[in-house]
């Protein structure tokens, strides 16, 4: 479903708060039982990010790690105090489409409680670790149905050698399995029968500027749709520690990490942002704590 009409389109900016070594690509180089002992980098990075987005006037949603919020409570409080929107990013940074359906409840229910705890606010959203909603794990969604999340941000439409489901809907749409929760897919344009990604992180770094420009355009201009946009902290931090993984993983983490804050910055100077819960709530989907706006002529 998208917005026909001659209203700016607003774009929905989101960041995925994890540290470096979070990185699914990196489960077999680094334990999870050495998280604790490694230089953690996340609040410094996440509060680049605060500063960049409060100079451009742009709000945005922070799917946070249920890990990082339970160490740095005060991080999440000042991402809230900013008026940025807090999600959900599950708590311990599995793939879904690797954990039992037990044991995915318990990850996003103690990862929205803690939220939620600290905060003192509901959290409505939830986007899984590395986009891991697949065809093998749609059944992820019903659990957030039951948990009480509103929508979704976790199915990539794209092929992917770790995610992505290409035959999905490529914008905002209503999941027909729990008719209560909306799915906001990360960002493609379509060429031909292929779908190719637009929507940020590695694509945003590997790919020239002008690529995620042109897509980000083209969505807007011709589908007269938003696109939903994504970055981790750890992208716009050159210094980072380097680990030992296989090269196709350092490269897709490592390349480019130099020129992100630039690139970043002339997205904001060239589009607008806002939370994913506020985009949605443009498009006309009722999404709890957040005023819909009256659709207009709305185009499925």
Same mark, same amino acid.
């Not at 489409?97 to 103690?110: E, K, P, S």
């Not at 008719?179 to 379509?190: C, F, K, Y």
């Not at 969505?219 to 090269?247: G, M, S, T, V």
């Given at each position: 479903?998208?917005?026909?009409?001659?209203?700016?389109?607003?774009?929905?900016?989101?960041?995925?708060?994890?540290?470096?070594?979070?990185?699914?690509?990196?489960?077999?180089?680094?334990?999870?039982?050495?998280?604790?002992?490694?230089?953690?980098?996340?609040?410094?990075?996440?509060?680049?990010?605060?500063?960049?987005?409060?100079?451009?006037?742009?709000?945005?949603?922070?799917?946070?790690?249920?890990?990082?919020?339970?160490?740095?409570?005060?991080?999440?409080?000042?991402?809230?105090?900013?008026?940025?929107?807090?999600?959900?990013?599950?708590?311990?940074?599995?793939?879904?489409?690797?954990?039992?359906?037990?044991?995915?409840?318990?990850?996003?229910?103690?990862?929205?409680?803690?939220?939620?705890?600290?905060?003192?606010?509901?959290?409505?959203?939830?986007?899984?670790?590395?986009?891991?909603?697949?065809?093998?794990?749609?059944?992820?969604?019903?659990?957030?149905?039951?948990?009480?999340?509103?929508?979704?941000?976790?199915?990539?439409?794209?092929?992917?050698?770790?995610?992505?489901?290409?035959?999905?809907?490529?914008?905002?749409?209503?999941?027909?399995?729990?008719?209560?929760?909306?799915?906001?897919?990360?960002?493609?344009?379509?060429? &031909?029968?292929?779908?190719?990604?637009?929507?940020?992180?590695?694509?945003?770094?590997?790919?020239?500027?002008?690529?995620?420009?042109? &897509?980000?355009?083209?969505?807007?201009?011709?589908?007269?749709?938003?696109?939903?946009?994504?970055?981790?902290?750890?992208?716009?931090?050159?210094?980072?520690?380097?680990?030992?993984?296989?090269?196709?993983?350092?490269?897709?983490?490592?390349?480019?990490?130099?020129?992100?804050?630039?690139?970043?910055?002339?997205?904001?100077?060239?589009?607008?942002?806002?939370?994913?819960?506020?985009?949605? &709530?443009?498009?006309?989907?009722?999404?709890?704590?957040?005023?819909?706006?009256?659709?207009?002529?709305?185009?499925?």
């Amino acid at each position: 479903m998208v917005i026909a009409g001659d209203a700016p389109i607003v774009n929905a900016m989101t960041i995925d708060v994890e540290d470096y070594f979070h990185v699914s690509a990196f489960d077999d180089v680094i334990p999870r039982h050495r998280w604790d002992g490694l230089e953690s980098r996340v609040c410094a990075n996440t509060e680049r990010l605060l500063d960049i987005f409060e100079s451009t006037g742009v709000r945005a949603t922070f799917f946070v790690l249920g890990w990082v919020a339970q160490r740095f409570p005060r991080l999440v409080n000042e991402i809230a105090a900013a008026g940025h929107e807090i999600a959900s990013h599950g708590y311990g940074h599995r793939l879904v489409y690797d954990l039992t359906q037990a044991a995915f409840r318990d990850d996003v229910r103690q990862s929205k409680d803690l939220l939620e705890s600290i905060t003192g606010r509901p959290v409505y959203g939830y986007r899984a670790p590395s986009y891991s909603v697949t065809a093998q794990s749609l059944w992820a969604l019903d659990v957030l149905m039951e948990e009480g999340f509103s929508y979704d941000a976790s199915i990539f439409p794209i092929h992917h050698d770790r995610y992505g489901i290409p035959q999905s809907p490529r914008h905002p749409y209503r999941l027909q399995r729990t008719h209560s929760v909306i799915e906001a897919p990360a960002s493609t344009v379509q060429c &031909g029968p292929v779908n190719l990604p637009v929507a940020g992180g590695g694509y945003f770094r590997i790919l020239p500027y002008a690529w995620t420009r042109w &897509g980000i355009r083209r969505i807007n201009a011709r589908e007269h749709a938003p696109a939903i946009f994504y970055l981790h902290p750890w992208e716009i931090d050159p210094d980072q520690p380097r680990l030992p993984a296989p090269l196709l993983s350092r490269f897709r983490h490592y390349c480019n990490l130099s020129r992100t804050e630039s690139r970043l910055r002339a997205l904001l100077n060239d589009f607008e942002f806002s939370t994913l819960a506020t985009v949605l &709530g443009r498009a006309g989907f009722d999404v709890a704590g957040v005023e819909s706006v009256p659709a207009r002529r709305l185009v499925s």
